[in-house]
């Protein structure tokens, strides 16, 4: 059957019913209760640092989409603005504040912009280039967002397992609702980027290029970063599902940017950054 086309108005109708329908979690409306904290601590700990850390990254991300996209569309726009950014800054410091609960550091989120971004952003303001970086900028935010809707469902039945159920409900629950929203708006926009023929095949073949060397985990652009993310799929227990959790993630892309390789069920760019963060996790001492 063939996929719906995806207008601007739909995914204007869209964000403005995330908006609406998904304000930020109320601050007020959580309760840190913690049944056993040396026990979560001890499954999750490491979970709920790395989440918290890139939550709170947000407030780079803004500035890299400043810094790639100066001529933002509107829909891009009201979505970073209005819907994505409160809501995963609120995300940030409700985890924080329950890593500090459970004895742990604060988050040190990382918020300096790369060189290699301001080079990309340079290059960017020629219209084609613009094509190309917007069409990137879905594709990751769609893998990332997967990455968070895997993660956070997983981690909520995890929670419930073990009898902490105000930190189930009141934290993990509600903010596991606004992820698939957000998901839905990146798919959407590059949907509509291939649908429209906006991109040239030389665009798109240099974006499966560009999207080949660039890709990494949400969250891990260093080494070091990369061994947290193994350490995270391990916690949630996805660490012998590697194949088919790749293939969840690198999903919108593979239907996008790879459906003239016929059976190609994940691109191999993914499966590999996955594998390697997992090798680096457990060669830690």
């Given at each position: ?120 952003g340079a290059l960017a303001h020629l219209s084609p280039v613009q094509d190309v970086v917007r069409m990137l ?57 291939v649908q429209h023929g906006v991109l040239r095949p030389w665009q798109l073949f240099l974006t499966r290029l ?76």
């Amino acid at each position: 059957m063939p996929r719906a086309i995806v207008t601007p108005r739909k995914i204007n109708e869209h964000v403005h019913r995330l908006g609406e329908e998904h304000p930020p979690v109320p601050f007020e409306s959580v309760d840190f209760t913690v049944e056993d904290p040396r026990a979560l601590r001890a499954r999750y700990g490491e979970v709920f640092e790395y989440l918290s850390r890139v939550e709170l990254e947000v407030e780079r991300n803004v500035l890299e989409l400043l810094v790639l996209m100066p001529d933002v569309t509107e829909n891009d726009r009201l979505f970073y603005a209005d819907v994505w950014h409160p809501q995963e800054l609120r995300h940030g410091h409700i985890l924080d504040r329950l890593q500090q609960d459970l004895g742990m550091e604060p988050a040190r989120p990382h918020l300096r912009v790369s060189p290699a971004m301001r080079v990309l952003g340079a290059l960017a303001h020629l219209s084609p280039v613009q094509d190309v970086v917007r069409m990137l900028y879905y594709l990751t935010g769609a893998a990332t967002e997967r990455q968070a809707v895997l993660a956070y469902n997983i981690l909520n039945r995890g929670l419930l397992e073990m009898g902490e159920d105000a930190v189930a409900h009141t934290i993990v629950t509600p903010i596991k609702r606004q992820e698939p929203g957000h998901f839905a708006f990146y798919r959407m926009s590059a949907t509509s980027l291939v649908q429209h023929g906006v991109l040239r095949p030389w665009q798109l073949f240099l974006t499966r290029l560009l999207r080949k060397h660039s890709f990494s985990p949400v969250g891990a652009n260093t080494t070091e970063q990369m061994g947290d993310y193994g350490g995270v799929v391990t916690a949630l227990g996805l660490a012998d599902e590697a194949e088919a959790y790749a293939a969840e993630v690198g999903r919108v892309e593979s239907q996008l940017l790879w459906a003239h390789k016929e059976g190609m069920a994940v691109p191999p760019y993914v499966l590999e950054a996955l594998r390697e963060s997992l090798r680096l996790y457990r060669e830690r001492p």
